[in-house]
């Protein structure tokens, strides 16, 4: 069992790696073929329909990768999620839809550029339908990656080969959609395989299963938020193209790449706990990867200067103090993390993982105005606000777990 978790993680790796890689080897080609603006066009039209991507994909990538787990192997149980996420998910895209069209009335840009921007919402609407959480489910993360780094490859290929110019520029998107179009069918295919067929559905299971999706679904919000309010403010106080934001930038990316290392981990053990319950596996992972991760961290934290010196160039070398406090907040995010749905959720307790994110926006935004209302917004104040947000959250669930300790013994028990 943990050689197959180690498998999967590893899968997990490659997929997480290859999209980072991958998709970074496609914009140095557009930012060279096309000319400034339309190459701003892909950037913002990219941005924008992350938006809409959010609310389809409703965080059932968490709640949907559950109930999988949970029904095991009861293929009546998973063949009646399966169909009720995948039409949830069908009727959000149709909401989102009318939501597009109703921005498009209100901001110009959309407006102008409708079927280029639109071409994206289509390709989000192909990317969000993934059945990936029935894979995540049954712990088979092989096939998530295959149908990823095809995806991405055809893409890519498509894109070198078609676009050369500001002509071809609604090519980019139909190269998207092409690629994603081909992984969803190879998906599904192999989903069939597995023995999984649609069935019946009703109404009110959509309505259920959006219900017990929302709190996740505010969790993905509340994550966004948390990501991006600083750089907001920021900006909105200097300048987007600030020394300030261009600092904050650079160093964010260098802790990004620190929590891609943790997420394939928590992925793969994920379902494991919730089909499991396997606590002492886990609690290994936090003492035993709490110690390299801390030691890790510590390395940052002392040679942050020549890190953000090689990483983003030496006119960076003096953000090295700011990387250090938000090191902080990337050893704070180990704990928040695993303290969060692999832990709560298998005593039914993923509420609480859930809540400590709106908690932590909460708080986010209570600072950001005081610092706002009292004219201090600067880089170290930012900063600092970002790097207690995974300390909060590591807190929060800390306490709920441990208040729900007898629960663990009782699962242990069953």
Avoid at 303 to 313: E, K, N, R
Avoid at 374 to 382: A, E, K, R
């Amino acid at each position: 069992m943990k050689n197959k978790i180690a498998k999967n993680t590893l899968f997990l790796y490659i997929l997480t790696f290859s999209n980072y890689f991958l998709g970074l080897m496609l914009f140095p080609y557009l930012s060279r073929v096309l000319s400034v603006e339309k190459f701003g066009l892909v950037g913002f039209s990219m941005s924008f329909v992350l938006i809409f991507q959010m609310i389809v994909e409703y965080g059932f990538s968490i709640s949907g990768t559950a109930q999988i787990a949970k029904y095991q192997s009861d293929f009546g149980k998973i063949n009646e999620a399966v169909t009720t996420v995948t039409f949830a998910k069908i009727f959000l895209s149709i909401i989102s839809l009318f939501l597009f069209l109703f921005s498009a009335v209100f901001i110009k840009m959309i407006r102008e550029n409708f079927l280029f921007v639109g071409l994206f919402i289509l390709d989000s609407f192909i990317k969000a339908l993934l059945p990936d959480f029935y894979f995540r489910g049954i712990e088979e993360m092989k096939t998530i990656t295959i149908r990823a780094v095809i995806a991405k490859s055809l893409c890519i290929g498509l894109v070198l080969f078609l676009v050369s110019g500001d002509q071809q520029v609604n090519l980019v998107p139909l190269s998207y959609i092409i690629g994603d179009l081909a992984a969803l069918i190879i998906t599904v295919i192999m989903m069939f395989k597995k023995g999984v067929k649609v069935t019946s559905l009703s109404i009110k299971s959509i309505i259920e299963i959006l219900r017990e999706g929302f709190p996740y679904f505010l969790s993905r919000v509340s994550v966004s938020i948390n990501n991006s309010i600083g750089t907001f403010f920021l900006g909105l106080k200097f300048s987007p193209s600030s020394i300030e934001t261009g600092i904050l930038s650079g160093i964010t990316k260098i802790t990004t790449a620190g929590d891609m290392l943790l997420t394939p981990v928590n992925d793969s053990i994920y379902p494991h706990m919730v089909r499991n319950k396997d606590y002492k596996f886990l609690k290994k992972i936090i003492i035993f990867g709490g110690i390299i991760w801390f030691l890790g961290c510590t390395v940052i934290f002392v040679f942050a200067d020549f890190v953000c010196s090689l990483v983003l160039g030496p006119n960076y070398a003096e953000a090295g103090i700011y990387l250090r406090i938000l090191v902080v907040n990337t050893f704070f995010g180990f704990f928040s993390l695993f303290l969060g749905y692999p832990a709560l959720s298998p005593i039914g307790k993923a509420n609480y993982a859930n809540a400590a994110l709106p908690f932590a926006t909460i708080v986010n935004l209570v600072c950001y105005f005081i610092l706002w209302a009292t004219n201090s917004i600067t880089l170290l104040n930012v900063v600092i606000v970002m790097s207690v947000v995974n300390l909060l959250m590591a807190i929060f669930r800390g306490i709920a777990l441990y208040r729900n300790r007898y629960l663990i013994s009782k699962k242990l028990g069953d």
